[in-house]
């Protein structure tokens, strides 16, 4: 259940700004755990992504976040190069029917159904690849039309390892939304910070045992929900 107070200042940002937009990352956010990652495993196994030389995609993947973790999950997005993207997209929603149903963080909805209710327009920004998250997001209420990812070029109907900018991590979360931020609302420090800074009101999602987001939102006054319930 989300805060009296929080539930409040969701209504006023909708009479002093309707329309404008309640933006929440996805992964740890509005569902526990990552669903892109998840995904990407999934077409690891169908053996659908594949590397060159043989070795393992995801591997190859958690390497380059570690080197650099917006670059890293932009290679996530590129690693589907070759494929077919209609084919990815069916794949994709097949998945996250099994997936986000069960894992939908019970708090955060709560605060998309109140933000819709003030007037304000749910949005999500990810720094998921965009297939996964087109499929993912409207399980927890949030329009198709409403949804950036890490996108890359599509050439002949197939993905290229072409990105399309703004890559949807840290600051590019903001120019991704395009609009005023009323509200916004996720779990990592590096990936959620700079959006929760530049919005009206800013909300924080955390595990019970706390997190460096929780801890930060401390310091600032930022409300926390829930990531368990």
């Known amino acids: 259940m989300i805060p009296a107070g929080l539930a409040d200042r969701v209504r006023a940002l909708g009479r002093d700004a309707p329309g404008a937009l309640a933006v929440f990352d996805a992964d740890g956010t509005l569902w ?6 998840a995904f990407l495993r999934h077409l690891v196994a169908l053996g659908w992504v594949r590397l060159a030389d043989g070795s393992d995609p995801y591997a190859a993947y958690e390497r380059a976040v570690d080197r650099d973790k917006a670059a890293g999950y932009a290679y996530a997005a590129q690693l589907q190069a070759g494929l077919l993207a209609g084919r990815v997209a069916a794949e994709a929603e097949q998945f996250a029917r099994g997936w986000v149903p069960s894992r939908i963080v ?3 909805k709560e605060l998309r159904d109140r933000c819709e209710e003030a007037g304000l327009t749910p949005f999500v920004v990810s720094a998921s690849a965009l297939p996964i998250v087109l499929a993912a997001a409207p399980l927890a ?3 198709r039309e409403n949804c950036r ?5 599509i050439r002949d109907g197939r993905f290229t390892t072409e990105v399309i ?4 991590y840290a600051a590019g979360k903001i120019a991704a939304a395009g609009g005023r931020v009323a509200l916004a ?5 590096t990936g ?3 959006m929760l800074e530049k919005a009206d009101v800013a909300v ?3 595990p019970a045992g706390g997190s460096p987001l929780s801890v930060e939102a401390g310091k600032r006054g930022w409300p926390v929900l829930s990531q368990d319930g």
Request: proline share 3%.
């Open 141 to 143: 209420g949030i329009r």
């Open 204 to 206: 924080v999602v955390a």
């Open 192 to 194: 959620d910070r700079a």
């Open 149 to 153: 990812g890490i996108e890359v070029r």
């Open 165 to 168: 900018e703004p890559i949807t």
């Open 185 to 189: 609302c996720g779990d990592s420090f």
């Open 106 to 108: 019970s708090d955060t």
């Open 32 to 37: 526990r755990e990552d669903v892109g990652e």
